[in-house]
């Protein structure tokens, strides 16, 4: 079966090329569109990697992370963080959250598809 | 779902993003607190450049780069927001808008204009961040893993080259590397993709005691024998998230002994052990590794020797963790319902679709309503008309779902106000009221660009200059005000500003000189206000940028009659001007009225019907040729819609009334027959009927039989054009009496 990748964005159309790009490659996409959508979406679904932006409206995505870290069911789902800040206090805050890889926006969709099947193959 | 849908995704989305930048930007003029409205402006700009990025966009990367930066040191205090940077980020957001429309279309085309307008814009953004970095801030940071310098390996001088053509990877993952939700597993397949692993040692000498043993920390680490092509960093970012969490060194083919024992003695483990490993990897050869341990002990002496620090388990994560878990879980729950009322995206067409298919289930239901009727079966009556109410409920909300609310259309003229109005040297202001009224998509869509129109028609030609409201003892700061209601079934807008208002005269007199009216002609003030809406009909003196080209008002007029619309004016001089728009709140099914002449059924939007009265012999009595009776009190002009048609030659026994409204105006279509409350979906007429004066549309009856929906715009002008003397006079008459 394949594994399911959830994608939180709050923009459709990075979520909808990111989808692409997985399901190309052989993975289940879950969309969500702010951090309370994605929690909202978890629960029961078997998830083996979290992508998320981490500026997003209504639940940002370390809080997000810190939120999902406290799930049993998902505290060890690897999370990557899109992100355009690069700045290090907002990295060190996700890591404390939890979140381990991250990456610079823009990307190209090749370039998250590594970094994906570095921790999960489908 | 493909590229192109994702596309077009990102078009429409980027449109909305920047429609809210400049709204926010806007907004923060006036506003106080200003963090929530930048927070925004910030992710909107930031959302286009990553998914722009996607894309490949690269220019609008580039560009959206620089105005992100500015806008982050916004965010953090750097500077404030005063009018000038708004001015210039509202410049930038056009700018931005310009680069995705021509990427969408073969229409729009960077000139070198627009480049050069994108390198000043750059300066200017640049400007501001020099303030507040020292360093050249714009340049373009792009691409992931940069940042990640290499450690180098601690290189002690030695001679000896250990003669492997492999590459030697040495990784000893952190306890805390599943906790963070990584499987060390998923690395080595993944390093597997890029080449062969000739030979993989587990290290376990991390482990503890079995009871000491935490399940969820990771005790391993991998000496591993790997033949590739690939190159260091391609190695070494195949562990790129585990960087921090892991000790890694990669040794590259025929690497220095020095290195090794560098790894040796990194490891927490014993010394010989490790040796023994790295020997069975076939890393190392026998002879090689004695020479190995030989030099370790001599740089041991040289008191090089570094001890990794104990690595502390975390024991047993408490129990209340658990709890808080479990609570937490159940307040998702509860969040998740509350989240429902979220937004969903539908493609117009779609909708279009459904629409169209329940227009079809409107007219097939009241076939079912009929035929039950007539079979005279009583539940098979109460069934139908059970369904016929769901029908009618299903109806009313699927037009619902394309009603939205104007104000945000409304809110796009805040801009144009501004600026039209710096542009022109006049101070004005742009009130709205009514917001939240909602109308049909496809309608709002349409009205905007008439409105567009008469927005800077107000701005330009009915706002006096400063200087000359001063003389007329009026505030100096303009007021323009968009309003929206609904009125009877239609929903009215009006453009209304406090200027200089209409000069009766001057329209009259240029009407006249350009032959639009005949000089003998006595108009009233209405119909003289109608005249600006001709063709080629402008009074202003002088040309400018924004309008008085007399091209305009009646493209406007055109635009809202093809609405099913209509449009007029109040205005006093140097008072005001007051535009009315009113327009029809859906286009697609309505609540119609349905009447009978001879054996043809008409049908009238119920909402305008005021009243039904027979038309009895007293009323029509001693009048005829006269098309108006006396409604209590009032002049109600009527016209016979079986004349009118030139339908029926005999009259009916009875003949009635139906009265109705349209704005201010009154009439009575005299009828047959009244059939009552009727769903109505408009089926829009061939082509050969389309130009028929009074016929807006037709529709189907549940019998299969066609029924015609009248314009009453159209009918009502009709009956004013030919009874207007007749009801001057009478107007007189009663007015005597």
Same mark, same amino acid.
């Given at each position: 079966?394949?594994?399911?990748i959830?994608?939180?964005?709050?923009?459709?159309?990075?979520?909808?090329?990111?989808?692409?790009?997985?399901?190309g490659?052989?993975?289940?996409?879950?969309?969500?569109?702010?951090?309370?959508?994605?929690?909202?979406?978890?629960?029961?679904?078997?998830?083996?990697?979290?992508?998320?932006?981490?500026?997003?409206?209504?639940?940002?995505?370390?809080?997000?992370?810190?939120?999902?870290?406290?799930?049993?069911?998902?505290?060890?789902?690897?999370?990557?963080?899109?992100?355009?800040?690069?700045?290090?206090?907002?990295?060190?805050?996700?890591?404390?959250?939890?979140?381990?890889?991250?990456?610079?926006?823009?990307?190209?969709?090749?370039?998250?598809?590594?970094?994906?099947?570095?921790?999960?193959?489908? | 779902?493909?590229?192109?849908?994702?596309?077009?995704?990102? #078009?429409?989305?980027?449109?909305?993003?920047?429609?809210?930048?400049?709204?926010?930007?806007?907004?923060?003029?006036?506003?106080?607190?200003?963090?929530?409205?930048?927070?925004?402006?910030?992710?909107?700009?930031?959302?286009?450049?990553?998914?722009?990025?996607?894309?490949?966009?690269?220019d !609008?990367?580039? =560009?959206?780069h620089?105005?992100?930066?500015?806008?982050?040191?916004?965010?953090?205090?750097?500077?404030?927001?005063?009018e000038?940077?708004?001015?210039?980020?509202?410049?930038? @957001?056009?700018?931005?808008?310009?680069?995705?429309?021509?990427?969408?279309?073969?229409?729009?085309?960077?000139?070198?204009?627009?480049?050069?307008?994108?390198?000043?814009?750059?300066?200017?953004?640049?400007?501001?961040?020099?303030?507040?970095?020292?360093?050249?801030?714009?340049?373009?940071?792009?691409?992931?893993?940069e940042?990640?310098?290499?450690?180098?390996?601690?290189?002690?001088? +030695?001679?000896?080259?250990?003669?492997?053509?492999?590459?030697?990877?040495?990784?000893?993952?952190?306890?805390?590397?599943?906790?963070?939700?990584?499987?060390?597993?998923?690395?080595?397949?993944?390093?597997?993709?890029?080449?062969?692993?000739?030979?993989?040692?587990?290290?376990?000498?991390?482990?503890?005691?079995?009871?000491?043993?935490?399940?969820e920390?990771?005790?391993?680490?991998?000496?591993?024998?790997?033949?590739?092509?690939?190159?260091?960093?391609?190695?070494?970012?195949?562990?790129?998230?585990?960087?921090?969490?892991?000790?890694?060194?990669?040794?590259?083919?025929?690497?220095?002994?020095?290195?090794?024992?560098?790894?040796?003695?990194?490891?927490?483990?014993?010394?010989?052990?490790?040796?023994?490993?790295?020997?069975?990897?076939?890393?190392?050869?026998?002879?090689?590794?004695?020479?190995?341990?030989h030099?370790?002990?001599?740089?041991?002496?040289?008191?090089?020797h570094?001890? !990794?620090?104990? !690595?502390?388990?975390?024991?047993?994560?408490?129990?209340?963790?658990?709890?808080?878990?479990?609570?937490?879980?159940?307040?998702?729950?509860?969040?998740?319902?509350?989240?429902?009322a979220?937004?969903?995206?539908?493609?117009?067409?779609?909708?279009?679709?459904?629409?169209? #298919?329940?227009?079809?289930?409107?007219?097939?239901?009241?076939?079912?309503? +009929?035929?039950?009727?007539?079979?005279?079966?009583? +539940?098979?009556?109460?069934?139908?008309?059970?369904?016929?109410?769901?029908?009618?409920?299903?109806?009313?909300?699927?037009?619902? #779902?394309?009603?939205v609310?104007?104000?945000?259309?409304?809110?796009r =003229?805040?801009?144009?106000?501004?600026?039209?109005?710096?542009?022109?040297?006049?101070?004005i202001?742009?009130?709205?009221?009514?917001?939240?009224?909602?109308?049909?998509?496809?309608?709002?869509?349409?009205?905007s660009?008439?409105?567009?129109?008469?927005?800077?028609?107000?701005?330009?030609?009915?706002?006096?200059?400063?200087?000359?409201?001063?003389?007329?003892?009026?505030?100096?700061?303009?007021?323009?005000?968009?309003?929206?209601?609904?009125?009877?079934?239609?929903?009215?807008?009006?453009?209304?500003?406090?200027?200089?208002? #209409?000069?009766?005269?001057?329209?009259?007199?240029?009407?006249?000189?350009?032959?639009?009216?005949?000089?003998?002609?006595?108009?009233?003030?209405?119909?003289?206000?109608?005249?600006?809406?001709?063709?080629?009909?402008?009074?202003?003196?002088?040309?400018?940028?924004? +309008?008085?080209?007399?091209?305009?008002?009646?493209?406007?007029?055109?635009?809202?009659?093809?609405?099913?619309?209509?449009?007029?004016?109040?205005?006093?001089?140097?008072?005001?001007?007051?535009?009315?728009?009113?327009?029809?709140l859906?286009?697609?099914?309505?609540?119609?009225?349905?009447? @009978?002449?001879?054996?043809?059924?008409?049908?009238l939007?119920?909402?305008?019907?005021?009243?039904?009265?027979?038309?009895?012999?007293?009323?029509?009595?001693?009048?005829?040729?006269?098309?108006?009776?006396?409604?209590?009190?009032?002049?109600?002009?009527? !016209?016979?819609?079986g004349?009118?048609?030139?339908?029926?030659?005999?009259?009916?026994?009875?003949?009635?009334?139906?009265?109705?409204?349209?704005?201010?105006?009154?009439?009575?279509?005299?009828?047959?027959?009244?059939?009552?409350?009727?769903?109505t979906?408009?089926?829009?007429?061939?082509?050969?009927?389309?130009?028929?004066?009074?016929?807006?549309?037709?529709?189907?009856?549940?019998?299969?039989?066609?029924?015609?929906?009248?314009?009453?715009?159209?009918?009502?002008?009709?009956?004013?054009?030919?009874?207007?003397?007749?009801?001057?006079?009478?107007?007189?008459?009663?007015?005597?009496?």
């Amino acid at each position: 079966m394949a594994k399911t990748i959830m994608i939180v964005d709050d923009s459709a159309s990075l979520r909808q090329v990111v989808s692409i790009a997985l399901k190309g490659a052989g993975y289940d996409v879950i969309e969500g569109c702010d951090g309370k959508d994605a929690l909202s979406k978890l629960t029961g679904q078997k998830v083996s990697l979290i992508v998320s932006d981490v500026n997003m409206p209504n639940m940002d995505g370390i809080t997000m992370v810190q939120e999902i870290k406290k799930l049993p069911a998902y505290k060890f789902t690897p999370i990557i963080m899109l992100t355009t800040e690069s700045s290090d206090g907002k990295k060190a805050a996700g890591q404390a959250a939890g979140a381990k890889a991250w990456m610079v926006k823009p990307f190209k969709p090749e370039q998250l598809l590594m970094a994906v099947s570095k921790l999960v193959l489908p | 779902m493909n590229m192109e849908q994702a596309f077009q995704t990102f #078009l429409a989305e980027s449109a909305e993003l920047l429609q809210d930048m400049e709204d926010k930007l806007l907004g923060l003029e006036n506003c106080e607190d200003a963090t929530e409205s930048v927070n925004s402006i910030f992710r909107a700009v930031h959302t286009i450049k990553g998914s722009a990025g996607l894309f490949g966009l690269d220019d !609008i990367v580039a =560009f959206t780069h620089v105005v992100e930066s500015v806008l982050d040191d916004v965010r953090s205090g750097s500077f404030v927001l005063d009018e000038q940077l708004i001015n210039l980020l509202l410049q930038c @957001k056009d700018y931005i808008g310009k680069m995705v429309d021509s990427i969408e279309g073969e229409s729009v085309l960077m000139t070198a204009e627009d480049l050069q307008l994108q390198q000043a814009l750059t300066n200017t953004l640049s400007g501001y961040l020099n303030k507040v970095h020292s360093t050249s801030p714009a340049t373009m940071l792009v691409g992931i893993n940069e940042t990640d310098d290499y450690q180098s390996v601690s290189v002690i001088e +030695s001679d000896i080259t250990i003669a492997n053509e492999n590459w030697h990877i040495s990784v000893y993952f952190g306890v805390d590397v599943l906790r963070s939700g990584m499987d060390p597993l998923s690395f080595l397949r993944y390093l597997a993709t890029l080449g062969t692993i000739v030979h993989i040692e587990t290290v376990t000498d991390g482990m503890p005691s079995p009871e000491d043993m935490d399940a969820e920390s990771c005790y391993l680490g991998y000496e591993i024998n790997f033949h590739s092509n690939a190159t260091k960093n391609q190695i070494e970012d195949v562990f790129e998230f585990v960087r921090d969490d892991c000790q890694l060194k990669i040794l590259p083919p025929y690497a220095k002994a020095s290195e090794f024992i560098a790894i040796i003695e990194s490891i927490q483990t014993d010394e010989l052990k490790l040796g023994e490993i790295l020997l069975r990897c076939g890393t190392l050869t026998q002879r090689e590794l004695d020479d190995l341990l030989h030099l370790q002990t001599s740089v041991k002496q040289g008191g090089t020797h570094r001890l !990794i620090g104990e !690595i502390v388990v975390a024991d047993g994560l408490a129990s209340s963790e658990v709890v808080t878990a479990a609570l937490h879980k159940q307040a998702q729950g509860k969040k998740a319902k509350e989240k429902q009322a979220q937004t969903v995206r539908v493609d117009a067409e779609k909708l279009d679709h459904l629409i169209n #298919l329940i227009g079809e289930l409107v007219i097939a239901g009241a076939g079912v309503e +009929s035929e039950a009727h007539l079979t005279g079966i009583g +539940s098979l009556k109460e069934s139908a008309q059970t369904m016929t109410r769901l029908v009618e409920e299903v109806r009313e909300s699927a037009l619902h #779902l394309r009603m939205v609310q104007i104000g945000e259309t409304f809110n796009r =003229f805040q801009r144009v106000v501004r600026d039209v109005s710096k542009e022109l040297g006049k101070d004005i202001d742009l009130q709205i009221n009514g917001a939240e009224t909602e109308l049909d998509k496809t309608v709002i869509e349409k009205i905007s660009d008439p409105l567009m129109h008469l927005v800077r028609n107000s701005i330009d030609h009915g706002i006096e200059s400063p200087a000359l409201r001063a003389e007329r003892h009026k505030p100096v700061t303009g007021n323009v005000t968009l309003n929206a209601y609904h009125e009877s079934g239609t929903i009215v807008i009006e453009v209304s500003d406090d200027g200089g208002g #209409l000069n009766k005269d001057k329209i009259l007199q240029k009407a006249r000189a350009n032959g639009l009216v005949s000089p003998d002609t006595e108009l009233s003030a209405h119909e003289i206000y109608q005249l600006i809406f001709e063709a080629g009909f402008s009074t202003a003196d002088a040309v400018s940028n924004i +309008s008085g080209r007399g091209v305009g008002m009646d493209v406007v007029r055109r635009n809202i009659e093809a609405l099913r619309g209509t449009v007029e004016i109040d205005s006093e001089y140097t008072v005001g001007t007051t535009i009315r728009i009113r327009l029809p709140l859906t286009l697609a099914i309505i609540d119609g009225f349905m009447m @009978k002449v001879g054996d043809v059924f008409y049908v009238l939007p119920l909402d305008i019907v005021e009243e039904c009265i027979e038309l009895n012999a007293c009323h029509s009595e001693g009048q005829e040729g006269r098309h108006y009776i006396n409604l209590r009190g009032e002049v109600l002009p009527f !016209i016979r819609l079986g004349d009118y048609f030139c339908k029926s030659q005999r009259k009916a026994k009875r003949e009635n009334i139906v009265v109705i409204k349209y704005g201010n105006l009154k009439a009575g279509f005299v009828v047959d027959e009244l059939m009552g409350e009727f769903q109505t979906v408009i089926k829009p007429l061939g082509p050969l009927f389309e130009r028929v004066p009074g016929i807006s549309g037709s529709t189907i009856l549940g019998s299969g039989e066609v029924a015609l929906i009248l314009d009453a715009a159209s009918l009502i002008h009709l009956v004013m054009q030919r009874d207007g003397k007749a009801m001057s006079v009478a107007a007189q008459q009663s007015a005597l009496h």
